[in-house]
């Protein structure tokens, strides 16, 4: 079965300090990992993704995400949070291979950065 | 280019009603999903269409449809409606030209459904 973990409903943290939002994944074969952020009443927008290659991609915001095959994780990092970081993070996974395969999303990490 | 537009924004409908929505996605691009987001139970994915053709479908009953035209609009119907159908349906659209499956999607604003 395919699924995806952000063990965390919220995470804390004060402005100006690193923050991480945390993303396991189970999935067949190679995975496609992405984040996406949702601002209050707003639909999702794309932050980054995994394809192949360097296990370290970089996107939009000063976000970050390191692919860990061996532990499963993708975790969401940024060195330095702003209080407009504040939102509601998914993280999503599709198996490669061919486009039949499905996005799975994680419940959701809400990320709150206080000033 | 402009963004994936849903409409209506916001629906009030009652107990036992149908409503459509719609998507209009992205120019060019392919593949159009839906899914249901609700505060319980986070994004649930309810289907996908290609280029016409159901591809894929979530755990959704059967009063939940959809389709899609050849200009890749597409529409999603529910009917009977629940008080538990309450919820914002986001719909999104990725361009898929190769068949590898590594293109993001994009979503709409979402659609506001309150069913009294």
């Known amino acids: 079965a395919q699924s995806v973990a952000q063990p965390e409903d919220q995470v804390n943290v004060a402005e100006g300090n690193p923050l991480t939002v945390k993303c396991t994944y189970s999935?067949?074969?190679?995975?496609?990992l992405f984040w996406y952020v949702q601002y209050p009443n707003r639909g999702l927008q794309f932050l980054l993704k995994y394809i192949t290659g360097d296990n370290l991609v970089k996107g939009s915001y000063g976000f970050e995400a390191e692919f860990n095959k061996s532990q499963t994780s993708f975790h969401l990092k940024k060195p330095s949070a702003l209080v407009s970081d504040s939102a509601l993070y998914f993280c999503a996974v599709r198996a490669s291979g061919n486009n039949f395969n499905k996005f799975y999303f994680g419940s959701g990490t809400k990320l709150n950065v206080k000033p | 280019k402009a963004g994936v537009t849903q409409t209506p924004r916001y629906l009030i409908k009652t107990r036992g009603q149908q409503v459509t929505l719609s998507c209009s996605p992205i120019?060019?691009?392919?593949?159009v999903s839906w899914y249901q987001q609700t505060p319980g139970q986070g994004l649930q994915f309810l289907f996908e269409y290609f280029s016409e053709t159901q591809r894929n479908k979530g755990n959704f009953p059967g009063r939940f449809s959809g389709r899609q035209f050849s200009n890749s609009r597409s529409e999603m119907n529910v009917s009977t409606l629940e008080l538990g159908d309450s919820a914002l349906y986001l719909c999104?659209?990725?361009?898929?030209?190769?068949?590898?499956?590594?293109?993001?999607?994009?979503f709409g604003p979402g659609t506001r459904l309150t069913v009294l």
């Open positions: 999935v067949s074969g190679n995975p496609y």
């Open positions: 999104a659209s990725s361009l898929e030209i190769g068949l590898a499956g590594g293109d993001e999607q994009f």
């Open positions: 120019s060019g691009h392919r593949s």
